[in-house]
């Protein structure tokens, strides 16, 4: 899924699902999680991940690398 930030800069989110609908979405802002789905034991889905609901908090500087796998010194 191609998207954009509001100063146009492109960044990818990619969509991981199962046959059982667990769901994983990441984004290559930092490599971050942004959404696990998953079901509790009564079967209903959820969202289990602390993040951002758009792009623009996930490049703010008072982001504390909130879903980053990759951290603000990576490759050094």
């Known amino acids: ?6 100063d ?3 960044y ?3 969509r991981l699902r199962n046959a059982l609908g667990i769901q994983v979405e990441l ?6 999680v942004t959404s696990i ?3 509790d034991k009564f079967g209903n889905f959820a969202d289990v991940i602390l993040g951002f609901d758009n792009a623009q908090d996930y490049l ?3 982001n504390p690398y909130m879903g980053a796998t990759v951290g ?4 050094r």
Request: glycine share 4%; net charge positive.
């Open 12 to 14: 990818r989110r990619f």
């Open 8 to 10: 146009r800069e492109i």
């Open 60 to 62: 703010s500087d008072a």
């Open 27 to 32: 984004c290559t802002l930092g490599a971050s």
């Open 72 to 75: 603000r010194v990576a490759n």
């Open 1 to 6: 899924l191609p998207c954009w930030t509001d």
């Open 37 to 39: 789905v998953v079901p």
